[in-house]
Nanobody, 121 residues
């Protein structure tokens, strides 16, 4: 199973970014359940930013509510984190997190490689 994250970068305060994450299994069928973004800064532990279930239900950290939106692609294997109204405290490495299972196997939690988001003027 591979996770490919992209779309981080540099934004000014008040600006927007839209990182994405896609999960795949070398062409094999994959059952994908919850998909989420976490972030980590040098000053804090890794924290959940937003999560979306296979049915489309979402949950957000209080610090990003009303600014971030987590969307899931029609293929069920891609998520997009629409980040608006960025603040300096949003700076950090963002990690994609996916719960998935190959057919007839148990669910496993996978982590992407991280994409850096920097909010600075």
């Amino acid at each position: 199973v591979q996770l490919q994250a992209s779309g981080g970068g540099l934004a000014q305060p008040g600006g927007s970014l839209r990182p994405s994450c896609v999960v795949s299994a070398s062409g094999k069928r994959l059952n994908v359940y919850d998909m989420a973004w976490y972030r980590q800064t040098p000053e804090s532990q890794r924290e959940m930013v937003a999560v979306i279930t296979s049915r489309g239900s979402t949950n957000y950290a209080d610090s990003v509510k009303d600014r971030f939106s987590l969307l899931r692609g029609a293929d069920g294997n891609t998520i997009y984190l629409q980040m608006n109204g960025l603040k300096s405290e949003d700076t950090g490495v963002y990690y994609c997190n996916v719960v998935a299972a190959l057919p007839w196997q148990e669910r496993i939690t996978y982590w992407g490689q991280g994409t850096l988001v920097t909010v600075s003027s």
